[in-house]
């Protein structure tokens, strides 16, 4: 609370929600959506698992040959896991 300089509770929030721990987690949750966004829906649909453990993504594919398609791309991929969350998310993706 200040008595000096009010705030809106839109600036508090907004804010709160760029601390980088806060900005993280909600990153971190959107994850399935943004790995839908840049592998599409068909891969999507076949990936049965997406963890983010330690800042590295484990990815459990189905298909045998896409699986070893995003092998190849695993730096791309990350590099645009972190530019789409704006931050550094992810070091590291393993394609299982």
């Given at each position: 609370m200040r008595r000096t300089k009010t705030m809106l509770m839109g600036d508090l929030l907004e804010e709160f929600f760029r601390r980088p721990y806060i900005a993280a987690?909600?990153?971190?949750?959107k994850l399935p959506d943004t790995w839908r966004a840049i592998v599409g829906d068909r891969a999507a649909d076949v990936t049965t698992e997406l963890r983010l453990d330690r800042h590295i993504l484990y990815v459990r594919i189905q298909s045998s040959v896409l699986r070893s398609e995003l092998f190849y791309q695993r730096d791309a991929l990350r590099d645009e896991i972190n530019r789409r969350s704006g931050m550094q998310l992810v070091n590291a993706?393993?394609?299982r």
């Open positions: 987690k909600i990153a971190e949750g993706v393993i394609v």
